[in-house]
């Protein structure tokens, strides 16, 4: 079992930034692939970015590829979303999401692949 919390959200001028953290504790963490996903209220919940669990492949949709960047500290059983260049568009509630894989090179984009979710952190940009 693993329990994910999220934290960093906030409000935000559109073209600043933020970084999303999200603790894991659990066992065996370098073994999860880890996923971050954003649901804006009235749309359904989106891939934001992937990670494996060697933090050495990364995934991201072409409308974050330059601005989000995924990254993970296997020593703290951390990962963390960087969120550049932000937009109004981009406010949600963020999702950090785990699960159990063999291989530390593999990730994940689909909601369905993914075990473990936290509780979700606001992000809110303003115009």
């Known amino acids: 079992q693993v329990q994910l919390v999220e934290s960093g959200g906030g409000l935000v001028q559109a073209g600043g930034s933020l970084r999303l953290s999200c603790a894991a504790s659990g066992r065996s963490f370098s073994r999860h692939a880890m996923g971050w996903f954003r649901q804006a209220p009235g749309k359904e919940r989106e891939f934001v970015a992937a990670?494996?669990?060697?933090?050495?492949?990364?995934s991201y949709p072409n409308s974050m590829k330059g601005r989000f960047t995924i990254s993970r500290d296997n020593t703290k059983n951390t990962v963390y979303l960087q969120m550049n260049t932000l937009e109004p568009e981009d406010t949600a509630v963020y999702y950090c999401?785990?699960?159990?894989?063999?291989?530390?090179?593999?990730?994940?984009?689909?909601?369905?692949?993914?075990?473990?979710w936290g509780q979700g952190t606001q992000v809110t940009v303003s115009s």
């Open positions: 990670i494996s669990g060697s933090g050495s492949a990364t």
């Open positions: 999401a785990a699960v159990f894989t063999t291989s530390g090179l593999t990730f994940f984009i689909a909601q369905s692949d993914y075990a473990y």
